[in-house]
C-alpha cells in the first residue's frame, strides 16, 4: 500500500523558515506530481505548490517568491522549504501524491499524507 509520511513542521517566529519533507513508500515506481497542500483553521484545504516528475512547479500566488518545492525521484521524496514564513502560514500541511505506479499497477487517484502542523508565532 502506497504511503506519504510528513515532517519538518513546528513552531517557527514570523520571518523565520522551515523545511517540509515527504517521504512516499509502497514499491513505487514513479510519481507524476507531488504537491504540497494546507489547510487552516476554519478554511478549505488549498494548494500551496506542485511539481511534476520533470520537475514544472506552480505556486499559489501567497507564497510565491518565498516558498520553493523540490523532489528526488529516486527517493520519492518532496520538499518544501519555507522561507519569510508569516502568521497566515499557519496551517496543517498536507503532501500529495498524484499519478503513482508501483510495480503492479497504476493507482488514478491521489494519495494524501496525514499532515504535519506549521505554526507561526511571535
Known amino acids: 500500500q502506497v504511503q506519504l509520511v510528513e515532517s519538518g513542521g513546528g513552531l517557527v517566529q514570523p520571518g523565520g523558515s522551515l523545511r517540509l519533507s515527504c517521504v512516499a513508500s509502497?514499491?513505487?515506481?514513479?510519481?507524476?506530481?507531488m504537491g504540497w497542500y494546507r489547510q487552516a483553521p476554519g478554511k478549505q484545504r488549498e494548494l500551496v505548490a506542485a511539481?511534476?516528475?520533470?520537475?514544472?512547479?506552480n505556486y499559489a500566488d501567497s507564497v510565491k517568491d518565498r516558498f520553493t518545492i523540490s523532489r528526488d525521484n529516486a527517493k520519492n521524496t518532496v520538499y518544501l522549504q519555507m522561507n519569510s514564513l508569516k502568521p497566515e502560514d499557519t496551517a496543517v500541511y498536507y503532501c500529495?501524491?498524484?499519478?503513482?505506479?508501483?510495480?503492479?499497477?497504476?493507482?488514478?487517484?491521489?494519495?494524501w499524507g496525514k499532515g504535519t502542523q506549521v505554526t507561526v508565532s511571535s
Open positions: 511539481i511534476t516528475r520533470g520537475g514544472s512547479t
Open positions: 500529495n501524491a498524484d499519478g503513482v505506479a508501483t510495480a503492479t499497477r497504476f493507482y488514478a487517484i491521489p494519495f
Open positions: 509502497g514499491s513505487i515506481f514513479s510519481i507524476n506530481a
